[in-house]
């Protein structure tokens, strides 16, 4: 397997997470990794580390300026 491949298995993995925790699960898996409580900002926080591995081995990153409303 690839690093790319590995890294959108990650990435779909951290989307799947996060979609249980939406759901109500008490416990989900990232890689081999399970945990039993969620946090929403870890997993926000992974998917977009993972989005940057998949764009940066693909070939298309592109930096992204993040602004938080309300903020200086």
Do not use: H
Not at 33 to 47: G, S
Not at 49 to 72: C, D, K
């Amino acid at each position: 397997m690839t690093e790319l491949e590995e890294a959108k298995e990650m990435l779909s993995a951290c989307k799947a997470a996060q979609l249980a925790a939406l759901r109500g699960a008490k416990s989900y898996m990232i890689g081999s990794r399970q945990l039993t409580r969620y946090d929403l900002a870890n997993i926000r926080n992974e998917i977009i580390f993972w989005r940057g591995e998949v764009a940066r081995l693909s070939g298309t990153f592109r930096r992204v300026m993040q602004i938080a409303p309300g903020g200086n």
